[in-house]
């Protein structure tokens, strides 16, 4: 057996959440966020914050695309801000880094 010490100081994880729609149902959303990797000692002090803030430091790109346009949404803290501003993207994200980080496989909510 074997444990790989040395890794890129970011990972990837895709996200999926759900946005109420006009006709009373619900619209899944579905990118790749990529986290930036943190210790053990970190880990313990992000557990203590609120979704958002987790999603606003912890998100440090994606592959994503706008389902509209088909083309691919580049990363900013503009973009993201906004993406924060749906109101389940930012439980879903702070959800997928701190599974992923745990060591779970990602789960879709």
Known sequence: MAVKFKKSDVFKVEVTFAEPNDAGGFDDSTFVAHFKRVSHS???????????????????GW???????????????????GLLEMSAAPYAIALAF???????????L
């Open 98 to 108: 701190f599974r992923a980080s745990r060591g779970e496989k990602a789960k879709n």
């Open 42 to 60: 970190e880990f313990k002090v992000l557990r203590a914050k609120e979704d958002i803030e987790v999603a606003r430091s912890q998100l440090v």
């Open 63 to 81: 592959d994503m695309v706008d389902e509209e346009t088909k083309q691919a949404v580049p990363y900013s803290d503009a973009a993201r801000d």
